[in-house]
């Protein structure tokens, strides 16, 4: 009797704890619902035949701009950096089979070629006794992607060598593409670059210096003998031919690339690199500040800390397993690159002012990430806001007495399920992932202008772009961000300009060359030759005339429309698991998914309810009640004022 009151009792309690946890949830989601998930009223107005007139031709501090961006890693031919470094490494320790090998030839830090060119340092000859296994997991909560390792000690030379399916190169969609090395060349010949960049009528070209280059080897004994000054004029040479091509200068100094002998000591784990960093900052900034119309200091830090720190899905990191587990807490190593990564801008913003001070090109920001993030089920509201609480914005509020501008870098939104992101069926992605949510970044430009309009400064959309190969869903892509930008303009947030990313294909980080983000294609079989995609000239007009109208979406909508229901497929190049969690790394070839049948133009989108077994049991049950209060209430919902953006739920 007693043993039976006893389970009768931690019956009853079990129940009381899981319709406690249930009726919390519901209250949480239900809040969270409310701020961030309600319809709201788009102030374009979709009747006129032109729904946007930026003032491209206005007064140079009352005018907009458009821009292109890239970054040294992503183009940039003759760089032996850490991604170069870390896409040739072999993590079977079996030789890769080439048409055409290249031999190792110098050391890095040896002289510098005369162009300033970096060299492969040959390997030394010493293999260490682990070796690192990849073991896919869906741990990407609220970034690009993540990757866990695990260590196999190899023990004896008579080790049998790891199978196929243990075998993951560190960069997919790289080792079987021709001249992977060779990226697009713009080392040697920027001009290829840069006349299509210029054809499209844009005035802001985003380019960067790449660190590695200018300090091949760590200035252990003073800068004298580490520094490659030719690199430096090479630079200031490519720089020179932005510029006469009639476009301003936008000058990144770290794009995701930490020199490979930072990484070797632990890179912004430690402050000697803050040191480092702003050495490298006082070269670049003493050669061309003259010709820099606007500096970004850092890129997406808390995307770098992540993926580098946390996960060791990028160069440089090398994470244990104890610090990876950690890497969250307050003094994870996460807030620990971070912190440092913020005393660096912080020293760089003062030097750049200080140097520039007798000139006007004194504009210094960061390009900061944002996503849209929303729970797929009913219990996953607790992950989207510790996701929001890491990414969103923390390093902004450390750095934003030392901001001229804020610079957003947005791709689109993340549904996020336990610790991993979700793949909905009904969302249209993009080829590596990332679900097309036009209504987002206005969502988002609204929260940060409400954040940080004590600052008074403007913002600048640094890169927004998607992935698509077929350019179905690149044209209205582009068109609609830039409505989600101009209806916020609209409400109050002063926006300077918009950069689309990018110009040509390019080498995509982990993801090599699968994802195609250009507005031209690249043949790397036929010595790289550029194929302008339709969305290249709608790019073009949508720059010249500052304008987009009405008929221009329509077109391009329709198309996407029709491939839809046409049951057309496109490229992905992101692995999905029986759960529906997307893999972290990137695939050498992509599977196939359809166009998907959904209104995601901006002002239209309808955002779906939870979608946990939970929560759609419970639907189905109540939907009989509530049909006739849906088809009451669907004209006020339309009607609803913007709410703000809020983390608390």
């Given amino acids: ?137 869906s741990m990407e909560a609220m970034i690009r992607g993540l990757q866990k390792f695990v260590e196999d000690e190899v023990e004896g030379e008579g080790k049998v060598p790891a199978s196929k399916e243990e075998c993951h190169h560190n960069v997919a969609a790289w080792h079987n593409v021709p001249h992977p090395e060779e990226r697009l060349r713009f080392w040697s010949d920027p001009d290829t670059e840069l006349k299509l960049a210029k054809d499209t009528g844009i005035s802001i070209f985003r380019m960067g210096i790449d660190w590695t280059r200018i300090m091949p080897q760590e200035p252990v004994n003073g800068i004298k003998d580490a520094v490659n000054y030719a690199a430096l004029e090479r630079y200031k040479w490519i720089i020179s031919r932005v510029r006469s091509y009639g476009m301003k ?78 890497s969250a807490l307050p003094t ?64 902004v509020d450390s750095v934003c007495d030392k901001l001229d501008f804020i610079g957003i870098n ?22 590596s992932g990332r679900g097309v949510y036009p209504d987002g970044l206005f969502h988002l430009l609204i929260q940060f202008h409400e954040r940080y309009k004590h600052l008074k400064v403007p913002f600048i959309i640094a890169e927004n772009g998607v992935s698509d190969e077929t350019d179905v869903i690149r044209r209205p892509y582009f ?4 409505l989600a930008v101009y209806a916020a303009m609209i409400k109050g947030v002063p926006v300077l300009g918009y950069l689309f990313w990018t110009t040509s294909d390019n080498w995509e980080w982990a993801d090599g060359y699968g994802p195609k983000f250009g507005l031209v294609a690249v043949d790397r079989a036929n010595d790289l030759a550029r194929i302008p995609r339709p969305s290249y000239h ?55 998914r359809s166009y998907i049948e959904r209104d995601w133009r901006f002002g239209h989108y309808e955002m779906e309810g939870l979608q946990d077994p939970l929560s759609r049991l419970s639907r189905c049950l109540l939907r009989p009640y509530s049909l006739k209060k849906k088809r009451k209430s669907k004209k006020v919902d339309s009607e609803l004022v913007l709410p703000h953006l809020e983390l608390s739920v």
């Fill in 1 to 137: 009797m007693a043993l039976t009151a006893l389970f009768f009792s931690a019956t009853k309690l079990a129940g009381i704890i899981v319709t406690v946890s249930i009726a919390a949830n519901v209250f949480s989601f239900s809040r969270y619902r409310k701020k961030n998930l309600r319809r709201f009223k788009s102030p374009i107005d979709e009747s006129s035949d032109t729904l946007a007139d930026f003032n491209v031709n206005g007064e140079e501090e009352n005018g907009f701009f458009f821009g292109l961006a890239t970054a040294p890693a992503h183009v940039e031919d003759r760089l032996d950096d850490a991604w170069l470094q870390f896409a040739e490494e072999n993590p079977c320790h079996k030789s890769e089979t080439t048409d055409d090998p290249v031999q190792a030839d110098a050391v890095i830090g040896a002289a510098a070629a005369a162009d300033g060119s970096s060299h492969q340092a040959p390997l030394t000859g010493k293999e260490s006794n682990k070796k690192k296994k990849p073991l896919k997991v």
């Fill in 249 to 326: 200068v936008m000058l990144t100094l770290f794009h995701h690339s930490l020199p490979p002998w930072a990484g070797d000591y632990g890179g912004w784990k430690l402050e000697k690199t803050v040191d480092y960093f702003i050495e490298f900052t006082k070269l670049v900034v003493s050669s061309v500040s003259d010709m820099v119309d606007y500096w970004i200091t850092f890129n997406e830090p808390h995307v770098f800390c992540m993926l580098t720190y946390c996960a060791g899905a990028w160069p440089g990191g090398h994470p244990d397993m104890l610090e990876a587990a950690t």
């Fill in 332 to 395: 994870g190593v996460f807030r620990q690159t971070m912190h440092w990564m913020a005393i660096a801008h912080s020293k760089a913003y003062d030097y750049i002012h200080k140097q520039s001070s007798t000139l006007s090109n004194n504009v210094v920001g960061v390009a900061h990430n944002v996503s849209f993030t929303r729970p797929y089920g009913l219990f996953d509201v607790a992950a989207v806001t510790l996701a929001n609480s890491l990414t969103l914005f923390p390093y």
């Fill in 410 to 431: 947005y791709y689109g939104q993340e549904v996020i399920s336990g610790a991993g992101l979700k793949l909905v069926e009904t969302d249209e992605y993009s080829e």
């Fill in 479 to 482: 068109l609609e961000h830039l």
């Fill in 538 to 592: 709608l790019f073009s007009k949508v720059v010249t005339t500052g304008k987009i109208i009405r008929e221009d979406r329509e077109r391009a909508w329709n198309e996407l429309q029709k491939a839809a229901k046409e049951k057309q497929t496109r490229p992905f190049y992101r692995a999905v698991n029986k759960h529906g969690l997307m893999y972290a790394g990137g695939l050498d070839k992509p599977t196939r």
